[in-house]
């Protein structure tokens, strides 16, 4: 059953918040989030990979339009990904930078060698701090994944490049929303550092995996991301 906000199921894992529903009738009614870290449905996805979806800009601009607890809003994108849906991104929020997301072993997609994804970051940056004083523009290559530890979605992120993301795109004691969750590896990310999260997927399956992906991050925590934790 459909609530008048657009919630169907709602779970709350540790600290993080995950919501079954349309993420444009959705996000008007949270509150409570610093910062915005996602990866949207990028306007070059296959035909029938993101069925409803007929402009990923216009669905972009719909969500953040609302998102108007936002310090900050960093969008990941494919290499291959055309930058002009990002003129989504509400002007109040001045552009940062772009951030290159590496892999160790690139993929080949076409005619165009991979091997890496984009960050495009806006608004206020986390306060200077030890460690974290010049913003990077690139993360450390990612290792492969197993394919038997892969989410199943046709297009998950890195865990090791959403960590990356969380730690420079928001600050310890923030509250991170992704309204475009998928299988959940930004609020993995964020379990892992200790943020509390909120996630939207309009998708039931891919919204029972992230449920999963955020037990067992909570039921396993890496004590190397451990250390990472500043209170």
């Known amino acids: 059953m459909v609530s008048d906000s657009g919630f169907i199921k709602e779970r709350v894992i540790g600290d993080c918040r995950l919501i079954l529903g349309d993420s444009r009738e959705i996000v008007s009614y949270l509150e409570g989030y610093d910062a915005v870290i996602t990866d949207p449905v990028w306007p070059n996805a296959p035909q029938g990979m993101f069925p409803g979806v007929d402009n990923p800009r216009d669905l972009l601009e719909d969500v953040l339009a609302h998102c108007t607890e936002a310090q900050r809003i960093a969008i990941i994108m494919r290499c291959d990904s055309d ?13 940062v930078r772009v951030q290159m997301l590496e892999y160790a072993v690139a993929g080949r997609m076409g005619r165009i060698l991979g091997g890496m994804e984009t960050l495009y970051g806006y608004g206020k940056p986390i306060p200077v701090r030890e460690g974290q004083r010049l913003i990077p ?18 297009c998950p992120r890195s865990l090791h490049h959403m960590k990356w993301a969380v730690r420079w795109w928001s600050e310890p004691g923030e509250t991170v929303l992704d309204p475009f969750m998928g299988s959940g590896t930004t609020l993995a990310a ?16 891919y919204f029972e995996i992230a449920c999963g992906r955020i037990e067992e991050a909570y039921r396993q925590p890496d004590l190397f991301d451990a250390l990472l934790r500043v209170s």
């Open 190 to 205: 964020c379990a892992a550092l200790g943020r509390a999260a909120v996630g939207i997927e309009i998708d039931p399956d």
């Open 83 to 95: 930058p002009r849906i990002l003129s989504a991104v509400p002007e109040c929020l001045p552009f």
């Open 137 to 154: 523009g690139r993360c450390e290559p990612a290792q492969p994944t197993k394919k038997a530890d892969r989410p199943d979605h046709p």
